[in-house]
């Protein structure tokens, strides 16, 4: 997918350090992806966007709220046998 992100900071090099937001509200629940980063600006395409494998010191961070994101959280029985309390 894409995001928008803004520059926030110029470094004295001439990289950018970018971040944005997306918020995606789905009929299942709310998901939101975070993005932090030092982009090139000659790594900027004419069209004004860059790949993700671009981006330095990239902090992405993805989370939500709903059926879908309780789907990925583990059970009190997976947690268990994840703990020191495991048998083996």
Known sequence: GNLTVQVVQR???GNLVVS???NIRLNQ???MVQLQGIVRPADISP???IASAKVAEARIAYG???AVAQSNAMSWLGRFFN???APF
């Open 29 to 31: 629940g709310d998901e």
């Open 64 to 66: 939500g709220r709903g």
């Open 20 to 22: 944005g937001q997306k």
């Open 11 to 13: 470094l004295p090099n």
């Open 47 to 49: 069209d004004n966007t």
């Open 83 to 85: 703990s020191a309390f």
